[in-house]
C-alpha cells in the first residue's frame, strides 16, 4: 500500500464520532493536537498529518513572506494538497461520508480556513483557533452547509481582530454558518474558547 502526500499520525474511534483533521501551529507536529482532540471528543478518529514547509526548521503548512503576509500562491497549492491528502487519507482509513471537522491553531487554523473557502467539496466543518484571513479574494463558492467556529483573542498581535472579521464576512457571504468567541488574551486557546468550541461540536439535541 502505497504512502500517503503527508507525514501524519492515525488513531481510530467510534464509527459514529466524528472524524477530527488536527492541524498544528508553527513549529508543531502531528502529536500536538491530539490531547485536545480527545478533550473534545474523546470517542473520535484523530487524523493528524504534518505541515509540509519548513520555515528555518519549524514546520509550517505554507509560506509566508513576513510576519503576517501570507505567500497567497503557496496558500492555494497547499490548500489542494491537504484537501488531497484528506481525499487519500478517507479512502485508506475508511472514513468516507463520515462527519469531519478539523481543528487548527493559529497557521493550522489558517490553512483549514483556506481548505473551506477553495476546496468545500473536501471539508465543510471547522474548528479555528486564532485563525485570520488566508487567502485575499477567494472564489465565491457556495458554502451553504458549512459550519465553522472561531475563537480569537482580543489582544492577538499574530492573528489581528480585523484580518478575522474579512474572514467572517467572507464565510457568511458565502451561505456559511459561523460561530464566533472572543476571549481576553492573545495567540492561544483559551479555556472558554476551548469549552465553546465543544459544545458547538456537539450534536444538536
Given at each position: 500500500?502505497?504512502?500517503?502526500s ?5 488513531h ?12 498544528h ?8 493536537l491530539?490531547g ?18 519548513s ?7 505554507f509560506?509566508?513572506?513576513a ?11 497547499r ?41 468545500p ?6 474548528a ?9 479574494d477567494?472564489?465565491?463558492?457556495d ?10 483573542g482580543?489582544?492577538?498581535?499574530m ?5 478575522t ?12 454558518e ?24 456537539a450534536?444538536?439535541?
Amino acid at each position: 500500500m502505497s504512502e500517503l502526500s503527508l507525514e501524519h499520525r492515525f488513531h481510530d474511534g467510534d464509527r459514529d464520532a466524528p472524524v477530527l483533521l488536527l492541524l498544528h501551529g508553527t513549529g508543531g507536529g502531528p502529536d500536538d493536537l491530539l490531547g485536545l482532540g480527545k478533550e473534545l471528543s474523546p470517542a473520535s478518529p484523530m487524523l493528524a498529518p504534518a505541515g509540509p514547509v519548513s520555515e528555518g526548521g519549524a514546520a509550517r503548512w505554507f509560506r509566508r513572506l513576513a510576519e503576517g503576509v501570507f505567500d497567497v500562491e503557496d496558500v492555494v497549492y497547499r490548500a489542494g494538497q491537504l484537501a488531497e491528502f484528506l481525499v487519500e487519507a478517507r479512502e485508506r482509513y475508511d472514513l468516507a461520508g463520515r462527519r469531519t471537522v478539523a481543528v487548527g491553531f493559529s497557521n493550522g487554523a489558517n490553512i483549514a480556513a483556506a481548505v473551506l473557502l477553495l476546496r468545500p467539496d473536501v471539508l465543510t466543518e471547522a474548528a479555528l483557533f486564532a485563525a485570520m484571513l488566508p487567502v485575499p479574494d477567494p472564489p465565491v463558492h457556495d458554502l451553504s452547509g458549512t459550519r465553522v467556529f472561531l475563537s480569537n483573542g482580543k489582544r492577538d498581535p499574530m492573528a489581528p481582530l480585523d484580518s478575522t472579521e474579512r474572514l467572517i464576512a467572507l464565510l457568511r457571504e458565502r451561505s456559511a454558518e459561523v460561530s464566533t468567541h472572543r476571549h481576553d488574551g492573545g495567540h492561544q486557546i483559551s479555556v472558554d474558547g476551548f469549552e465553546a468550541a465543544r459544545t458547538w461540536l456537539a450534536p444538536p439535541g
